[in-house]
């Protein structure tokens, strides 16, 4: 058996996907195609994340970088399909869909790529946004116009969702889509907990106090401008501080500059300012008594800093929005805040850090490790590739099994 993996971007988890599927599949005694851009061949994600694995797999640079504009969008559904004629595999995979599905299903149904029907494929939606309320008459038709899209019948089931909150809403509601998705874990790597003592003296730096703090990048959308001020307000210690691990945002540096400057001289911040390894963003999130993911309002998608730290055992910081919104107090992960407050958001970084001492995981919160794990992750993925080649059938844990009979969340608020 042949499979494509199409990967077109490789900012953010979308590497770590691959890095997490191509063993499973060689394993499986599959060859495994991996199709990328030129610059996701040479990026930084791709040395830490795949180079040392790149025997295991023959690699195609040759794709285009995706966009955002229609045209582009079309461009991109013609580079698929180019991929898989130019393959021509048994089996595609690609892990992060979005920006080809909603064209892909009208392809479909005008019967402008019959190899689309032909070809055993598994797409998976990074954002489903549509699975949320609209806020707006215009949000609700654009949300109705792409759930249609990838609903159409003759569109390329089936579609794989890693948000289980727009899971849980497609599915109660009857949508079209509800029979063609399955709900497959966020892919997280390198999980492994450190007591804080130890994360903190590897990464250098102070190991007495407590920290509030965010990994990966810091930008706007992570709502880092806004934790900054927050922390300037918030009633704390002199031995609490801030500490913020990956590359931050211009915006945030322009929003927010003044005042993180002001913190690391009065030693109240650290900024390691760099693309961090995945050991050291794990040894950050470790090295942490709160994490905060106080993303901005019009974020649904689901927070990989919140799983991770489901993982290690650290109480979140979250926003009062989408998936954090039922994910936290449904898992008793942490907190909520608004931080569209700021003496809200103060208060809660506050009586939060305070509460981070006796943070007990719920035990609900064990069966979400073991559906979040890269094992898991491996087995949701290629269990219809392991079916196909004759392999006995993966031990999966499903969303079904995580929840435990639990009776669904109702639909949000808008």
Excluded at 210 to 238: E, H, P, Q, S, V
Excluded at 360 to 375: D, H
Aim: hydrophobic share 45%.
């Amino acid at each position: 058996m042949r499979v494509l993996i199409y990967c077109p971007s490789h900012e953010g988890h979308h590497f770590v996907f691959v890095k997490l599927l191509v063993p499973a599949i060689v394993g499986m005694g599959a060859a495994v195609v991996l199709a990328v851009t030129a610059k996701g061949r040479s990026s930084k994600e791709f040395r830490m994340h795949l180079a040392p694995i790149s025997a295991m797999f023959e690699i195609d640079p040759s794709v285009q970088e995706p966009g955002e504009s229609a045209s582009y969008r079309t461009a991109s559904v013609k580079e698929f399909q180019a991929a898989v004629t130019r393959h021509k595999p048994d089996d595609v995979l690609a892990p992060a869909g979005d920006a080809l599905l909603p064209l892909l299903g009208v392809y479909s149904l005008l019967g402008r790529w019959r190899a689309l029907n032909e070809t055993h494929t598994e797409f998976a939606l990074i954002r489903a946004n549509f699975g949320y309320p609209a806020k707006t008459v215009a949000e609700s038709a654009q949300f109705w116009a792409k759930e249609m899209a990838v609903s159409l019948p003759l569109g390329p089931p089936p579609l794989l969702l890693i948000d289980p909150v727009a899971f849980e809403n497609i599915q109660r509601r009857g949508s079209p889509l509800a029979g063609k998705i399955r709900l497959v874990p966020e892919p997280l790597d390198d999980v492994r907990p450190l007591c804080k003592e130890e994360a903190r003296r590897r990464l250098g730096i102070p190991e007495g106090g407590r920290y509030i703090g965010c990994t990966g990048l810091l930008d706007t959308r992570k709502g880092i401008d806004r934790l900054i001020k927050a922390f300037c307000g918030a009633a704390l210690t002199g031995n609490d501080r801030l500490l913020l691990a990956g590359v931050l945002g211009e915006e945030v540096a322009e929003l927010a500059g003044k005042e993180l400057r002001s913190l690391t001289l009065q030693g109240r911040a650290v900024l390691l300012n760099r693309y961090l390894s995945d050991e050291e963003l794990n040894q950050a999130l470790c090295a942490m008594d709160l994490v905060s993911a106080t993303y901005w309002t019009k974020h649904c998608a689901p927070s990989g800093i919140v799983n991770r730290a489901a993982v290690i055992g650290r109480p979140v910081l979250a926003s009062r929005f989408g998936w954090s919104d039922f994910m936290v107090p449904e898992f008793g992960l942490g907190t909520l805040t608004d931080i569209n407050d700021m003496a809200t958001f103060a208060r809660d970084i506050a009586l939060a850090m305070e509460k981070s001492s006796s943070f007990i995981q719920s035990p609900k919160t064990a069966r979400l490790r073991e559906f979040l794990s890269p094992e898991n992750f491996a087995a949701s993925w290629t269990a219809r590739i392991a079916e196909r080649l004759g392999h006995p059938k993966p031990r999966v844990k499903t969303w079904e099994w995580v929840r435990g009979g639990a009776t669904p969340w109702p639909r949000p608020n808008p």
